[in-house]
């Protein structure tokens, strides 16, 4: 419609697309992409594209490639982890990991803490492995490694020991060279502060950056 016509026709300058499930925010996001090739206005790896899963991931792949009849094969396209994924990989020394790291899945990352509760002392009866999981994953959501999280904030889990555990867990997992999912994230935030030169170098790479976040508003 008309509305969509103008945000795809919008290449420069930010823009933003609010709109119910199903009403064709994926569509306006790919066609705007093919719409900025197809122009001249960036060369596709001076795109970055992402968005929450990899169905949308794919369905964005297709659609632009479709479009564009060429293969988007290599580019900027994919989920906020697959895109940390890439960048950590690209620049794993300066993010303190190996080039060859793994990526813990859910099972795996219950398996490790599993490994530290009775270290801690902490009964898996009371406090679960995967509830602890997910309080660590809530902080890294936040961009909070051990040093960032405060005593009184660990205070109240597990008998104020959930905090060391973090500590103990993130000291594993670079033993083993991993990180799980909320490392993806947390480790290029990071990067980027630590390392500004490389968020220079990706700020100058990527001229259009494209998101397209579903959000619960329930």
Same mark, same amino acid.
């Given at each position: ?6 945000? #795809? ?8 697309? @609010? ?6 925010? $994926?569509? #306006? ?7 900025? @090739? ?15 899963? +990899? ?19 290599? =580019?900027? #396209? ?38 530290? &509760? ?8 009371? =406090? ?15 961009? &909070? $490694?051990? +040093? ?8 109240? @889990?597990?008998?104020?020991? #959930?905090?060391? &555990? !973090?500590?103990? !867990? ?16 947390? @480790? ?21 950056? &494209? ?6 508003? +329930?």
């Amino acid at each position: 419609n008309e509305t969509q016509l103008q945000a #795809v026709q919008k290449v420069r300058g930010p823009s933003l697309i @609010l709109a119910g499930a199903g009403t064709g925010k $994926t569509r #306006v996001l790919t066609t705007k992409m093919g719409h900025i @090739l197809i122009q001249g206005e960036a060369r596709p790896w001076e795109i970055l594209a992402v968005t929450f899963t +990899n169905k949308a991931a794919r369905e964005m792949k297709e659609r632009v490639s479709t479009l564009i009849k060429q293969s988007v094969e290599g =580019w900027w #396209v994919g989920t906020f982890h697959s895109i940390g994924a890439r960048i950590l990989r690209g620049h794993s020394e300066s993010a303190g990991l190996k080039q060859n790291f793994t990526i813990l899945d859910t099972d795996d990352q219950i398996r490790l803490i599993k490994q530290l &509760l009775s270290i801690h002392e902490i009964d898996d009866k009371r =406090w679960p492995p995967r509830t602890l999981a997910g309080v660590i994953q809530r902080w890294k959501d936040r961009g &909070l $490694t051990p +040093n960032k999280v405060t005593t009184a904030e660990g205070s109240d @889990l597990a008998d104020g020991r #959930v905090l060391s &555990l !973090y500590k103990d !867990y993130q000291k594993r997992l670079k033993i083993l060279n991993s990180v799980d999912f909320g490392d993806l994230l947390l @480790l290029c935030l990071e990067l980027f502060q630590n390392c500004p030169e490389i968020l220079n170098k990706l700020q100058r790479q990527f001229q259009f950056i &494209l998101v397209d976040e579903y959000q619960d508003t +329930n």
